[in-house]
């Protein structure tokens, strides 16, 4: 099960942008000093309904809506003015059709609004319409969403029971999600990411796809991250 921004696609930056901005222009919320960190479900929508709240507004459909539909008009301009900012995450594309041809059934679980994850997944060259997708509309936490993801991916497989499960992902909520679930975790990153994954208790962090082998390697070797202290 992988997650999308920083795992499977590099757009990060853009994706963060562009959800700021939509806050700014919509509520004239300033995102620049909130650590994604600190909300409760970090995902477009859990974000969303307690920055509405922590701004005193309404966490009304309408007003959830508002901030949805400017960040995909955002987003869209976005990729007509520079594609190069929804770049895949090296290896991605064909490490999911390895895997695909290696026995496991592949799965995403993203934060995003659904329609965000496909124009981000497009852009980047990566539609991969047969992989099962979950989004916050799945929600609120990222743990319904996973659990979303997996039951997507099984009834895929005709209901047969996985057996075994790893989860894969690039920020320390997805290391979170991974110990709530007792699911293996794999991390993605380098630099400063590496080290804040680790930090919070994962124990394999890759770069990138580019090495199939050490990623196929690691899917079997990948434990429940440990507890922090
Ligand atoms: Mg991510």
New binding site residues.
């Given amino acids: 099960v992988f997650?999308?921004?920083?795992?499977l696609l590099d757009t990060?930056a853009v994706d963060a942008h562009c959800y700021s901005a939509a806050w700014r222009d919509e509520f004239g919320i300033d995102c620049a000093s909130l650590a994604w960190s600190s909300f409760e479900n970090v995902t477009d929508s859990g974000i969303a309904v307690e920055l509405l709240a922590r701004s005193g507004f309404w966490s009304s459909r309408e007003n959830l809506l508002r901030v949805e539909n400017r960040f995909i008009q955002l987003l869209d301009e976005a990729v007509l003015q520079d594609r190069t900012r929804f770049q895949p995450i090296p290896g991605a594309e064909a490490i999911i059709e390895l895997l695909a041809r290696t026995g496991w059934s592949v799965a995403i679980a993203t934060g995003a609004w659904h329609s965000s994850a496909r124009i981000k997944l497009r852009a980047a060259g990566l539609s991969l319409p047969d992989v099962p997708l979950a989004s916050c509309e799945n929600g609120p936490s990222r743990v319904e969403i996973v659990q979303h993801a997996i039951e997507l991916a099984m009834q895929k497989e005709d209901g047969r029971e996985p057996h075994r499960i790893v989860l894969i992902?690039?920020?320390t909520w997805?290391v979170q999600t991974a110990r709530q679930m007792s699911l293996p975790f794999i991390g993605i990153g380098r630099d400063e990411k590496r080290a804040s994954l680790v930090e919070s208790g994962a124990a394999h962090v890759l770069a990138d796809y580019s090495d199939f082998m050490v990623f196929e390697d690691v899917l079997e070797t990948a434990v429940v991250p440990g507890r922090v202290i």
């Fill in positions: 997650d999308l921004d920083g795992t990060n992902g690039d920020a997805d």
